[in-house]
């Protein structure tokens, strides 16, 4: 009996077993205080619509091959973060055709962006004439890219 604990590990030392693991985690952020929904107003932070959260359909059309839509986008498979829409210039294609910083993209014409790197996105993006997208809007999701990114202007391509 003796050499079959020995053989499972049973009869080894702790110091043996035991494997130091180390993490480095980030710091925790406490969430926002809770505030009751009669008291929430958009200069708090809280928006009452909730309805902008949902996903919405946009379609970004060029009138002429040579116009610039007017969005760039961050993240993606690689930086380990989703794509989000980073810039949207004013009175462009894309502004009026509604979409806005803080946009996660998940779809465009058709092909999930899920698991898409940054240059695989940028290229389907800038291939384009007319773009349906499907996106939803997720301010903190939208945070993160900056903590996955070394930079702020890493990963920010303008789509034209």
Request: charged share 25%; with cysteine.
């Amino acid at each position: 009996m003796t050499d079959s604990r020995r053989s499972s590990g049973r009869g080894k030392k702790s110091s043996e077993i035991k494997k130091k693991i180390t993490a480095k985690l980030p710091p925790y952020e406490f969430p926002p205080p809770w505030m009751p929904p009669d008291k929430r107003t958009e200069e708090n932070g809280y928006s009452k619509n909730l309805n902008e959260f949902l996903p919405v359909r946009i379609l970004i059309r060029k009138e002429h091959p040579t116009d610039v839509l007017g969005f760039s986008i961050r993240g993606g498979y690689d930086l380990h973060c989703d794509i989000h829409v980073a810039v949207v210039l004013k009175n462009s294609i894309a502004e009026t055709a509604g979409l806005r910083i803080g946009h996660k993209i998940l779809e465009a014409n058709g092909i999930r962006f899920q698991g898409m790197t940054h240059q695989q996105a940028v290229n389907l993006l800038k291939q384009q004439n007319a773009i349906d997208m499907i996106v939803r809007f997720c301010p903190a999701s939208y945070e993160l890219t900056f903590q996955c990114e070394k930079s702020p202007d890493v990963g920010r391509i303008w789509i034209s």
